[in-house]
């Protein structure tokens, strides 16, 4: 049998249609695959970004809270340290809106306007414990321990100070500061990322006073009600001595760029209701996004959260 007579077996394989059919749907799995992994990178990284943001908020407010209820605290258990009425003093609670305030000025003297959405200024003071050194049961806002006054002559000097404000680092990065006093005044950072800090003062307006606010004001409200009182019996009759609550809320946005939706949004800062009947006359209690006029600074990319707590006062004076 010659070659040419052999059985021919029959050829098998890969037709080029069947090859290109072959090689796109390879491609399209490894697309799938890499969508699939971009995405559950991006949630991870919202998620991540998210928990920061909440744990920043978390420990700003926890903060603030600390603060505001020493405020008005007076010594009345130690027979050795000065007992003094908190209506001789300056009021326990006070603040300034959209202010700003340099770090190492005295107090809230020579307050700038706030460029950081108009942000605001909460002042807190209270008399420290401890004859001598402090005994850390009284902290101003950066955790240090504030003594009890040495004498009645003294006491408005050695009172504990705790100051909030926005303001901008060398990189342009909005930080909510804790600025307090100790041999000098100082302040540090408590909150990255703060984007507009904005406070209302809770007033107990009843007679008699039942400790419960009656109603909300911002600060310019309550020193326009101090406008007529006589100099020199402000500290006694002013309306922040009426405090007994203190409303804060903080817009904070993330550090990285995980937001997915790029669509402008509006933050309510104190509540839609407030914001579309007081909103105009209380700026950065709404901000929209579509408004920013540099979106280099204030990115679409970034999370935002709006944050906010009520805290009562423990000492309020009535």
């Not at 928990?51 to 908020?57: C, G, L």
């Not at 902290?139 to 504990?160: D, H, K, M, W």
């Given at each position: 049998?010659?070659?040419?007579?052999?059985?021919?077996?029959?050829?098998?394989?890969?037709?080029?249609?069947e090859l290109?059919i072959?090689?796109?749907?390879?491609?399209?799995v490894?697309?799938?695959?890499?969508v699939?992994?971009?995405?559950?990178?991006?949630?991870?990284?919202?998620?991540n970004?998210a928990?920061?943001?909440?744990?920043?908020?978390r420990?700003?407010?926890?903060?603030?809270?600390?603060?505001?209820?020493?405020?008005?605290?007076?010594?009345?258990g130690?027979?050795?340290v000065?007992?003094?009425s908190?209506?001789?003093?300056t009021?326990?609670?006070?603040?300034?809106?959209?202010?700003?305030?340099?770090?190492?000025?005295?107090?809230?003297?020579?307050?700038?306007?706030?460029?950081?959405?108009?942000?605001?200024?909460?002042?807190?003071?209270?008399?420290?414990s401890?004859?001598?050194?402090?005994?850390?049961?009284m902290?101003?806002?950066?955790?240090?321990?504030?003594?009890?006054?040495?004498?009645?002559?003294?006491?408005?000097?050695?009172?504990?100070w705790?100051i909030?404000?926005?303001a901008?680092?060398?990189?342009?990065?909005?930080?909510?500061?804790?600025?307090?006093?100790?041999?000098?005044?100082?302040?540090?950072?408590?909150?990255?990322?703060?984007?507009?800090?904005?406070?209302?003062?809770?007033?107990?307006?009843?007679?008699?006073?039942?400790?419960?606010?009656?109603?909300?004001?911002?600060a310019t409200e309550?020193?326009?009600l101090?406008?007529?009182?006589?100099?020199?019996d402000?500290?006694?009759?002013?309306h922040?001595?009426?405090?007994?609550?203190?409303?804060?809320?903080?817009?904070?946005?993330?550090?990285?760029?995980?937001?997915?939706?790029?669509?402008?949004?509006?933050?309510?800062?104190?509540?839609?209701?407030y914001?579309?009947t007081?909103?105009?006359?209380?700026?950065?209690?709404?901000?929209?996004?579509s408004a920013?006029a540099?979106?280099?600074?204030?990115p679409?990319?970034?999370?935002r959260?709006v944050?906010?707590?009520?805290?009562?006062?423990?000492?309020?004076?009535q």
């Open positions: 049998m010659t070659r040419s007579n052999l059985p021919q077996r029959d050829q098998s394989g890969l037709s080029i249609i290109m072959a090689l796109v749907l390879g491609m399209l490894i697309l799938a695959t890499t699939l992994v971009i995405a559950s990178k991006s949630t991870e990284a919202a998620q970004d928990t920061v943001m909440r744990d920043t908020a420990f700003a407010l926890d903060n603030i809270a600390r603060s505001v209820r020493q405020a008005g605290y007076v010594t009345y130690d027979p050795s000065p007992v003094i908190q209506k001789q003093m009021p326990a609670i006070m603040g300034l809106d959209a202010s700003t305030v340099a770090a190492t000025s005295y107090g809230i003297d020579l307050p700038k306007k706030s460029n950081n959405h108009s942000s605001d200024i909460l002042v807190v003071r209270f008399f420290g401890g004859s001598g050194a402090a005994d850390g049961s902290l101003n806002c950066a955790g240090f321990g504030v003594p009890a006054p040495t004498s009645q002559s003294g006491a408005e000097l050695e009172r504990g705790s909030y404000y926005v901008n680092d060398r990189h342009g990065e909005p930080h909510l500061y804790c600025k307090y006093r100790d041999t000098h005044f100082t302040a540090q950072s408590i909150a990255q990322g703060v984007e507009s800090f904005q406070v209302l003062y809770g007033l107990d307006t009843s007679n008699p006073p039942d400790g419960v606010a009656n109603q909300y004001l911002t309550i020193n326009q101090d406008a007529d009182l006589p100099p020199h402000v500290n006694r009759l002013s922040w001595q009426k405090v007994v609550a203190v409303k804060v809320a903080l817009l904070i946005r993330g550090t990285g760029h995980s937001r997915a939706d790029r669509t402008p949004a509006t933050y309510y800062l104190f509540g839609e209701n914001g579309k007081k909103g105009h006359a209380d700026p950065g209690t709404v901000i929209s996004e920013l540099d979106t280099q600074t204030t679409l990319t970034q999370l959260r944050y906010s707590a009520t805290i009562p006062l423990k000492n309020a004076s």
